[in-house]
């Protein structure tokens, strides 16, 4: 049986204050920036990339250096949701891996593992043992998410994922697939960046 069309959206839009503004989607790691790591990654496990960004300067900035769809948020300054809500009239998969930019481990395995289960689900999502979800390394069903903002506003992904049929994912589980759980390592600050390198 044919899969599934699959989209990876990757949100670039953030400010990036905890990161002394840089933007931390070209923060590099043994040669590569972090969104180039990504875009490798994901291009093993989804038909199409879509970047998002806050708006028209990053956009130009981002397009000259990775040749990929870039969407500029409609309403500025309103974080990831409007990213989401923005990039999807331009996503063409069946389903969604939204990621955030501050991920360079992101791992191939662990996401076709989100692809495989989301089963009949909206949303295929991992939760650490305090109920700690990872809305930005999580798998989407798209159409779920367009009657979504067709019929609510939120504010926070969280949002999103309490009006939807969401399939929650122990990291035990994935620890199976990626021991360390390096998939979900996110760098917000300069000092944790300092201490990859």
Avoid at 39 to 67: G, H, M
Avoid at 133 to 158: G, K, N
Avoid at 167 to 188: A, G, H, M, S, Y
Wanted: one cysteine or more; aromatic letters at 10%.
């Amino acid at each position: 049986m044919e899969r599934a069309s699959r989209t990876a959206l990757i949100l670039l839009g953030g400010m990036a204050t905890r990161a002394g503004g840089r933007a931390k989607y070209l923060f590099e790691y043994e040669g590569e920036t972090f969104l180039q790591r990504q875009i490798k990654t994901l291009t093993l496990v989804t038909d199409e990339i879509i970047l998002s960004c806050r708006d028209e300067e990053q956009a130009r900035e981002v397009t000259a250096i990775f040749p990929y769809p870039c969407v500029i948020d409609s309403i500025k300054g309103t974080g990831p949701v409007e990213g989401i809500r923005s990039a999807l009239s331009h996503a063409k998969g069946d389903f969604i891996i939204i990621v955030a930019c501050d991920m360079p481990f992101i791992s191939a395995a662990v996401i076709e593992e989100l692809f495989t289960r989301i089963g009949n689900a909206d949303v295929a999502i991992p939760e650490w043992e305090a109920g700690h979800l990872e809305p930005l390394h999580a798998v989407y069903r798209r159409e779920a998410l367009i009657w979504f903002f067709s019929h609510y506003t939120a504010r926070r992904i969280r949002d999103i994922t309490d009006q939807l049929s969401t399939l929650v994912i122990p990291v035990n589980e994935i620890q199976k697939i990626d021991p360390e759980l390096k998939t979900f390592t996110n760098i917000n600050y300069l000092q944790e960046f300092n201490a990859l390198i």
